[in-house]
């Protein structure tokens, strides 16, 4: 699967961009005058207008490389939304989509907006034990997993993303940490998890993971990963001009089938 290049030191767009969500119905009118018109669930797409600057000859290759593969229009390719938080069903840990091997998972706990939406994870196991969620996010990309947390007593939380993992000092007070980097190099998927040793617990809110290199403001999920494997150029042509020595600009435009 090919995948719409990042550039810099990790991110998928320059601000700002234009998103749109386009929806579909088809209606059928009766003899007698009478229309009936129903949603069609397989005909809506985001719209994206994406606006570049300063991009340096290896980023602008890289679009082109891109546009070339996908004989432009033509052929889809990855992209995964920019301004969401990639995680599904960020605040019911309980969903199958988060896998949570031996842990005990309640939820209802206070959280650091004021509400009672974070979840208290326990390992009664006698081994490490992990929260995780597997999203297709491309592996090589940089992005950002960050999380509110606390616990009762001082512990190390661990974050992992794939191979990279780094340790989190908790303790009584809220504070939200944050790992930022690569996955497993080509891999259309990406693990991400926080684990806790046993006789650990630990209050968890805010699980976050974005295709870039550090935390943006927390947005709640409530539905799958907003990562779109049909998505197309919106033009047959993409035009590189030169604003500088070794610079370029363009504008690009992507339809993201939903």
Request: proline share 5%; glycine share 10%; net charge negative.
């Amino acid at each position: 699967m090919n995948w719409f290049p990042q550039i810099g030191s990790g991110s998928l767009v320059q601000l700002p961009l234009h998103r749109r969500r386009r929806w579909r119905a088809v209606s059928n009118e009766l003899e007698g005058g009478d229309r009936i018109a129903t949603p069609d669930a397989a005909g809506g797409v985001i719209e994206w207008k994406l606006s570049y600057k300063d991009l340096s000859d290896t980023e602008a290759a890289s679009l082109n490389s891109l546009f070339v593969q996908s004989k432009g229009g033509y052929l889809p390719f990855a992209f995964a939304d920019p301004i969401a938080n990639l995680l599904a069903w960020s605040e019911d840990l309980s969903h199958p989509d988060w896998q949570s091997g031996q842990l005990t998972k309640s939820g209802g706990a206070s959280d650091p907006a004021g509400t009672q939406r974070a979840w208290l994870i326990s390992n009664g196991a006698a081994g490490v034990q992990a929260l995780s969620q597997t999203v297709n996010l491309f592996g090589s990309y940089v992005a950002c997993l960050s999380v509110w947390m606390r616990s009762d007593s001082n512990i190390t939380a661990t974050l992992q993303r794939d191979g990279l993992e780094t340790g989190v000092p908790v303790g009584p007070e809220w504070k939200r940490a944050f790992l930022s980097g690569t996955g497993n190099s080509g891999s259309d998927t990406t693990t991400v998890s926080i684990a806790i040793d046993p006789g650990q617990s630990l209050t968890l809110w805010g699980l976050q993971l974005e295709a870039q290199p550090y935390p943006s403001q927390y947005k709640q999920t409530t539905g799958a990963s907003r990562i779109y494997p049909e998505t197309y150029f919106g033009s047959d042509e993409i035009t590189m001009t030169s604003t500088g020595v070794g610079l370029s600009a363009c504008e690009i435009q992507l339809v993201s089938r939903i």
